[in-house]
């Protein structure tokens, strides 16, 4: 049946394809108008330089479904953690506990489903979207579906984090915020200052910012026997954790413009980190016939990360108006972490001493370009390439009363990784009411791994073809169908693949050890999108869209019970176990109320919806679900212009229900639903000055989740609770 129906939708795509605008990033206009001096001699009098679409007007004009989201949504919430913005982003949820930042999720989908860009590229190794501060970000790209140009590694979307590139930017911006959790201050100093000399435009950006927080996990651990339903065991542990993070971020950008009219870009971004935590544990055992691991505990931690990443690109304009777009880049990144545990029984003994550093250093450099010539009115064909080269050496020693933990404590982890791409891509306006685009892009991955246990090495590659389509509808303007088959891919995480093992301190089927698999394949998946806009007024927007993706070789981690150097322990190691199918419907709605109401007060609404199924072939059901993808999600905003006064209130909610998984045949998760009401205030003292106030988690639920697995008749649970607390954000914004 899936083959018949990527059959019809190839044929129903490939017939628009032959009646079909283009899909395309919008460039700035540059025309030159040519003057005659006193002498009779042509200069250059007046150069226009046109401005980028609007955030919906790109939308509206893409071919491959592409939303995007500018300053407007980046400030509206006075928000200091990125991923506090992407949350509020129809179909994008953030994993883990609220207000913690977590995995990046489209359509429910993490776990490398959904490929996240800083500049188009991959971000360095280690390097964590959620700690990104907003002031340095232009813009973010959600693109639902794949195209060549982007690597196909993303079955479930890609968001692309485009960088402050000073783009009609005239004024030095300060930016001075203090967010408060729970009596602790987290400030925030942010500056951009823009500039030009002769022919070369430049953004200097720079934040600064410290942050306090505090967590604290409740665990209930409990086996029971299946059998006659006897508790084998009981346990509570209590863990709390301090932590204190000072954070730098510097992204300047230099733009040079040649006389010929060719362009260099450089944008190099630097990011350093330290941080210092304080940990206690308190365990309580009240059934059990093995004592307990310890009684009380309490440990400390030191980790510093730095990392420096370069974006460049020469964009050279040939004849006949094609270009070459060359782009360069480096990375270097470095992070060293030390933390010490110690372990006590009831008496104060001293038990178990754990020391665990881990020494990791990153080097990367790439290169890409793209080639494009107009083969006619609305007509632009493209071929390129993707190469880049990465390195990482890593050192991680791992004592138990001062015996290693496991084979390689102690020793260097070298691990190298080449990847290549090519590509080539169609852009065809064929009628004004029909536009295709045809792309192909083949990739190749290939890591390899030298230690004392011995060398590991895994290569793949895999073709992508890709087609998108949009049919404007006759006699509809604002109306609009888009439709796509597409061929993407999810490829193994080089710690997937080779890591070294992360040791539990409280080892069982719930809390296991991790490792690597070398044998992993990536997972590939066919893709088909189907969409209905309507567009309304400057701004506005009503859409349903529907996707389908089959997944082969899905990729899922798998606890069993090994034999290592301390004993038997429970190991969680990531192994190819099948293929699995996923779909869904998602309703967006996004409008200003004067536009429907010619007299209403000035309302900015905003939601969306959606609804996922999906289920994993070899799992038992009914919640043999994929990537503990949620079955719904919702958000809603509102945003109110008061006219008597310069203020501005608004709001958003977000939704998620609770979840249960069944992992593998004898796992399961799951967790209860999350809540988010997120509200602020913006008073404008004058052009140049305003003032916002805002408060996140104002719901501030617990956050609990758990895990079930089933052994030789005994049933193994852990079950965790999380406070959460609400983060007020106080925020003077100036400019001058």
Do not use: C
């Amino acid at each position: 049946m899936s083959k018949l129906i990527s059959a019809a939708s190839l044929a129903l795509l490939s017939s628009t394809a032959l009646m079909a605008p283009a899909f395309g990033q919008s460039q700035p206009a540059d025309t030159s108008v040519m003057v005659q001096d006193k002498d009779g001699k042509e200069v250059p009098a007046v150069t226009v330089n046109g401005s980028r679409a609007s955030d919906m007007d790109e939308r509206r004009q893409s071919t491959a479904g592409k939303q995007v989201y500018g300053r407007e949504e980046l400030d509206r919430n006075g928000d200091t953690s990125l991923g506090d913005v992407l949350k509020r982003l129809p179909g994008v949820t953030m994993g883990g506990k609220p207000g913690r930042g977590g995995e990046i999720r489209m359509r429910g989908l993490g776990s490398g489903y959904t490929q996240v860009l800083l500049n188009g590229e991959r971000p360095p190794a280690g390097f964590s979207m959620d700690s990104l501060s907003p002031d340095q970000v232009e813009r973010i790209e959600v693109m639902r579906g794949p195209v060549a140009e982007n690597s196909t590694r993303a079955i479930a979307g890609t968001i692309n984090i485009i960088l402050r590139d000073g783009y009609q930017q005239r004024d030095i911006q300060l930016k001075v915020t203090d967010s408060i959790e729970k009596g602790r201050h987290g400030p925030n100093l942010s500056l951009m200052v823009p500039g030009k000399v002769g022919s070369l435009t430049y953004l200097l950006s720079a934040t600064v910012s410290q942050n306090r927080q505090q967590d604290i996990n409740r665990t209930h651990n409990f086996d029971t026997e299946l059998a006659d339903g006897v508790l084998e065991k009981d346990q509570q542990v209590q863990d709390i954790s301090m932590r204190r993070s000072t954070s730098l971020h510097l992204t300047p950008r230099l733009s040079y413009k040649f006389d010929g009219g060719d362009t260099l870009n450089f944008q190099p971004f630097l990011m350093s980190n330290r941080s210092d935590g304080a940990t206690s544990s308190l365990l309580d055992q009240s059934i059990g016939q093995i004592a307990p691991e310890y009684h009380t505990a309490a440990g400390s931690s030191t980790s510093t990360s730095t990392f420096l990443r370069g974006f460049g690109n020469w964009l050279h304009k040939m004849d006949g108006a094609a270009k070459l777009d060359v782009k360069f880049g480096f990375g270097s990144g470095k992070s060293d972490s030390d933390a010490v545990r110690n372990q006590y029984d009831a008496s104060g003994k001293l038990l178990d001493n754990f020391l665990d550093t881990d020494s990791t250093r990153d080097r990367s450099v790439n290169t890409g370009g793209k080639y494009t010539s107009p083969l006619g009115k609305g007509h632009l064909l493209a071929a390129g390439w993707d190469a880049e080269w990465g390195k990482r050496e890593q050192t991680r020693v791992s004592l138990d009363n001062g015996l290693p933990g496991f084979v390689d404590s102690g020793d260097n982890l070298t691990a190298e990784t080449r990847r290549l791409a090519l590509f080539a891509q169609d852009e065809w306006d064929i009628t004004p009411q029909w536009a295709a685009y045809f792309g192909l892009r083949w990739e190749g991955i290939r890591t390899l791994s030298d230690r004392s246990s011995g060398t590991v090495s895994n290569t793949s590659s895999v073709w992508s073809p890709l087609l998108h389509g949009v049919w404007r509808i006759p006699g509809h303007e604002k109306d609009q169908v888009r439709m796509s088959l597409t061929r993407s891919y999810r490829a193994p995480a080089l710690n997937d693949l080779i890591a070294l093992p992360s040791l539990s301190r409280l080892n069982s089927a719930t809390r296991p050890d991790r490792t690597g698999n070398p044998n992993l394949k990536p997972e590939l998946a066919t893709g088909i999108d189907l969409a209905y806009e309507h567009y309304l007024g400057r701004a506005g927007i009503l859409s349903v869209s529907g996707f389908t993706r089959q997944i082969d070789n899905l990729m899922r981690r798998v606890t069993s019970l090994q034999n290592t150097l301390t004993g038997p322990r429970w190991v969680s190691t990531p192994t190819n176990i099948g293929n699995a199918r996923t779909s869904g419907i998602e309703l967006e709605a996004k409008f200003q109320l004067v536009e429907l109401l010619p007299n209403a007060p000035a309302i900015d609404f905003r939601a969306n919806y959606s609804r996922f199924w999906s289920n994993v072939e070899g799992i038992p059901g009914p919640n043999n679900r994929l990537d503990q993808q949620a079955k719904q999600t919702a958000n809603l905003g509102l945003d109110y212009r008061i006219r008597e006064v310069p203020l501005t209130l608004g709001g958003s909610y977000n939704w998620t229900p609770a979840t249960t998984i069944q992992t593998s045949l004898t796992e399961t998760v799951y967790g209860t639903a999350k809540r988010g009401l997120d509200m602020y205030g913006l008073w404008k003292f004058d052009a140049r000055t305003q003032l916002r106030i805002s408060a996140s988690n104002l719901l501030h639920d617990d956050y609990i989740n758990g895990r079930d697995v089933l052994t030789n008749g005994l049933l193994q649970s852990a079950l965790t609770t999380s406070p959460t607390n609400t983060v007020w954000n106080i925020r003077l914004e100036t400019k001058f």
